[in-house]
């Protein structure tokens, strides 16, 4: 991540927190979780790789009524399609962002509806592809060589969830995102599907 997208990053999530500071006096809720990662999009990604896993932990605050701004952080790792021929070659992808997270009221009811939509920037990393044999695959071979590249993009989000369990500090999430990339080419998309606990 070059200082520009660290500086553009940190700006947009110190506003975020700033506006929730001084318009909310509701408490700090804490959000972590974990799940599947699916690759769908390009064909290239989702015919390279297999359903990998993720995890994710962030900060939320109320900014408007039913409307929390959340800032997070989330890593997904994708295993490649290794055919039983390769070793290695996943991909990581670090994730920096914030979402507007809306909840709209539902006393009595067992759970809580919410959907999101958020942007922020994604770091991709790949690990080494070698033979089982241990010998190196050289960049240009195999369909691992369109994803070979480390970058640091935009991307951003859609999702929503519920929250079950009536404890005033610990819900239970259930929650779908599509996440979309913007990498050179084709933009990189994926599903996640989570479940996780709402703190405080």
Request: aromatic share 12%; hydrophobic share 45%; glycine share 12%.
């Amino acid at each position: 991540m070059n200082k520009t997208q660290i500086i553009l990053a940190m700006v947009l999530m110190l506003a975020l927190a700033s506006n929730a500071v001084a318009q909310s006096p509701n408490p700090i809720k804490v959000y972590v979780g974990g799940g599947l990662s699916m690759p769908l999009k390009p064909s290239a990604f989702k015919d390279s790789y297999d359903n990998g896993y993720h995890a994710f932990a962030g900060v939320g605050m109320s900014v408007f009524p039913m409307v929390q701004g959340v800032a997070k952080v989330a890593w997904h790792q994708f295993p490649f399609d290794d055919q039983g021929i390769y070793s290695g070659g996943e991909q990581n992808i670090v994730m920096f962002g914030a979402d507007a997270r809306i909840a709209p009221s539902t006393p009595g009811m067992p759970f809580k509806p919410y959907g999101f939509v958020g942007l922020g920037f994604a770091t991709i990393k790949n690990s080494d592809l070698s033979l089982l044999s241990g010998e190196p695959i050289k960049v240009g071979t195999v369909q691992w060589q369109s994803f070979v590249e480390d970058q640091t993009k935009l991307y951003y989000n859609l999702g929503a969830g519920a929250e079950i369990g009536g404890m005033p500090i610990f819900r239970i999430l259930v929650q779908a995102n599509w996440v979309t990339i913007m990498t050179e080419g084709d933009d990189r998309s994926f599903v996640d599907v989570s479940v996780g606990a709402k703190l405080l």
